[in-house]
């Protein structure tokens, strides 16, 4: 009887396309406030949850299981308990998972019948094999990287997991020392899950945590992979702005949608016209497409003023949507402003706390600090500055320095990191920062980790610059279409994942 009275039964089909077990798998550790970091966890995209308890005392076990328990039942989450087979039964739980000295699966299915599933650790190929043939829902697979969550005998990497998928036609959980950075190896390997202990549940923010590993999925979605929306202002002339995000947007694989901040009357020479989109409205489009449309990653661009910035900053919070570039968008090309004075602080104060990057170029970080920046040391002073503001990560770009390669520099909160090009002198460069901040967003909603989402697109757009066109009296567009198919054709691994 499930906990809302009805007999339910949870029909597992073991052909691994149809099976629930996929996505974000979350163990449970033995901290504080465990039931609290889980819900944050599931509101960030966990899908499974297995309740791993090692303590003696059983009823502390039960009472904890129960709390997690109603907890998955309410949120729709699938409920294993790990180990323990009474437990399992007394929780009604959704399934067990066994590790290999924790009894035969053939058993636990006799105790627990065809509807509930069943899943097994494994270390090696023979183990997997056998656990198939046992008739196990799903295997666990680790451990692929060292870790400090458990003493492991197997180090097996993304590697052992290649070398066994062809074999395995149930769902294969990879598991142990799993992180954002070093999951896309693994679900390029093959994985249909990762089970994570630390990456999520020590993460301050377990929200967050959950929802970058959850992105790692889209790594193999079928195109359009991922969806960008971006809030912007309209270029009249197609260079920059909105146009130019869901040129890039879409040209490098992604859904693109759109809110409207502003319409500016402008081409290659500047602006001419500024008409702003009344807040309200601008709330009513954020509205319409965030209550339907799966949005990954957001990006901002011109957002105008500061009652459309704090109307911005309360829809990321009302949606809870975390994965934000923001680019700072302050000056057109030509030297029009395109925010006003009081914009500026309450980007500061409302947007920047909801922010994942934050794009400013040199002048946009300086109005924003208050320092002068002419080399790499204040760039790298900016960052920290603008970190301490509320941004999670800061990109200072590099372009408007006059000497040397084109640097940008990233800083994550603990490292800086350098991304170079070589500087390319050209004035087709409208749409430069639109265009690369975009770039970013889309990277990041299929799935790439934030340094390599930063290195591709920086590749993107140096391309795109390269290739700009000579268009208009004024400075002409990048080249988004002969930039995106010159970095496919960089990157064809990527297309057939
Ligand atoms: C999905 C998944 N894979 C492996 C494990 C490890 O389980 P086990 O081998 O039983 O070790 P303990 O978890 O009992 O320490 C797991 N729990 N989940
Ligand atoms: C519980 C467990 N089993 C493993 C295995 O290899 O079977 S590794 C592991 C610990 C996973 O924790 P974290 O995500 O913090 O590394
Ligand atoms: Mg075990």
Redesign the pocket.
């Known amino acids: 009887m499930g906990s809302n009275g009805h007999n339910l039964r949870l029909v597992v089909n073991r052909d691994k396309q149809d099976s629930p077990i996929r996505g974000l798998y979350l163990?449970t550790d033995h901290g504080d406030r465990l039931a609290e970091r889980v819900e944050a966890a599931i509101d960030g995209g966990v899908r499974i949850v297995q309740y791993?308890n090692k303590g003696k005392d059983r009823a502390q076990r039960y009472a904890v299981g129960e709390e997690l328990r109603d907890l998955c039942r309410q949120r729709g989450v699938i409920f294993i308990v790990n180990d323990d087979l009474d437990l399992a039964q007394q929780l009604k739980a959704d399934g067990i998972h066994l590790g290999q000295e924790d009894g035969d699966p053939r058993i636990a299915r006799r105790e627990l019948g065809p509807g509930k599933i069943i899943g097994v650790?494994t270390?090696t190929m023979e183990e997997a094999l056998a656990a198939q043939a046992a008739g196990a829902d799903y295997i666990?697979f680790?451990?692929m990287f060292p870790?400090n969550?458990?003493e492991?005998e197997?180090l097996v990497g993304p590697e052992g997991l290649a070398a066994i998928r062809s074999r395995i036609m149930i769902p294969i959980v990879a598991?142990?020392?799993?992180t954002r950075d070093n999951g896309p190896r693994v679900v390029d390997a093959g994985a249909d899950a990762l089970a994570?202990?630390?990456?999520v549940l020590a993460h301050p923010d377990p929200f967050l945590a959950a929802t970058e590993l959850g992105l790692l999925f889209n790594r193999r979605a079928a195109y359009p992979r991922g969806a960008v929306l971006t809030v912007a202002g309209s270029d009249s002339g197609g260079g920059a702005g909105i146009q130019a995000d869901l040129k890039t947007v879409t040209l490098l694989g992604s859904y693109g949608s759109s809110v409207i901040t502003a319409l500016t009357a402008q081409n290659t020479r500047g602006v001419s016209g500024i008409h702003g989109v009344p807040p309200s409205f601008v709330a009513e489009q954020l509205d319409a497409v965030l209550s339907d449309i799966p949005v990954d990653a957001v990006k901002t661009g011109m957002l105008f003023s500061a009652e459309i910035i704090a109307t911005v900053a309360e829809k990321l919070a009302e949606y809870r949507k975390r994965i934000v570039v923001v680019d700072p968008v302050m000056v057109a090309k030509g030297g029009a402003p395109l925010i006003d004075r009081g914009a500026v602080n309450v980007l500061k104060d409302r947007l920047m706390p909801r922010t994942y990057l934050l794009t400013p170029n040199i002048p946009e970080a300086e109005r924003l600090t208050g320092l002068t920046i002419v080399d790499e040391e204040g760039m790298q002073e900016a960052a920290r500055r603008l970190f301490r503001l509320g941004a999670r990560n800061v990109l200072v770009k590099g372009g408007h320095l006059v000497a040397g390669d084109a640097v940008d520099i990233l800083f994550d909160g603990s490292a800086f990191h350098r991304f170079t090009a070589p500087r390319i002198l050209s004035k087709n460069t409208h749409g430069t920062g639109c265009t690369y901040a975009s770039a970013i967003a889309t990277y990041l909603a299929q799935g790439e980790p934030l340094r390599e989402a930063v290195g591709r697109a920086k590749e993107f757009v140096t391309v795109a610059i390269r290739l700009g066109q000579p268009l208009g009296r004024g400075h002409g567009p990048v080249n988004h279409l002969l930039a995106a198919d010159e970095v496919r054709d960089r990157n064809p691994e990527t297309e057939n994942q």
């Open positions: 163990i791993r650790s270390h666990g680790g451990a870790t969550s458990k492991i197997h598991i142990g020392g799993i994570v202990i630390s990456a």
